[in-house]
């Protein structure tokens, strides 16, 4: 089995939607028609045009707050972000694991890392800086 991240997005009133992701990729979320994971202006605008970035590399994924007017939540906790920046991946990020609950305005985004262990090793899988 390969290593793979699957997000769903479970917005107020509306049915879960799953993304699959196995291969690195990068997954913006906001109102924006533009976005990978369009979070419905109806009842979210609390959502940014372009609110969040995740960063995904199975199994490791990374999320990044673009600046959002009312912030990127993960697990009840505020993701840092610094204004003014031009590239959105100079941002700091927040490591995310399998189970983590990422809030956008009132949309919530559960986090499931799948990811196959080599037997008899039992290490995590981190970021390299």
């Not at 699959?20 to 940014?48: D, K, N, T, W, Y």
């Not at 045009?49 to 990127?72: A, M, Q, W, Y």
Request: charged share 20%; glycine share 6%; with cysteine.
């Amino acid at each position: 089995m390969s290593s793979r991240v699957i997000l769903d997005v479970t917005e107020y009133g509306e049915n879960a939607r799953t993304y699959v992701f196995e291969e690195p990729q990068l997954c913006l979320v906001g109102r924006a028609p533009s976005c990978h994971i369009q979070i419905s202006a109806v009842g979210h605008m609390q959502v940014s045009r372009h609110h969040c970035l995740f960063e995904i590399d199975p199994p490791l994924v990374r999320i990044r707050d673009l600046h959002s007017k009312n912030g990127t939540y993960v697990n009840g906790e505020r993701v840092e972000y610094v204004a003014d920046l031009a590239d959105p991946l100079d941002a700091p990020g927040t490591n995310l694991k399998d189970g983590d609950i990422v809030l956008v305005g009132n949309a919530i985004v559960r986090v499931t890392v799948e990811a196959p262990m080599p037997v008899g090793h039992a290490e995590e899988y981190s970021w390299s800086n």
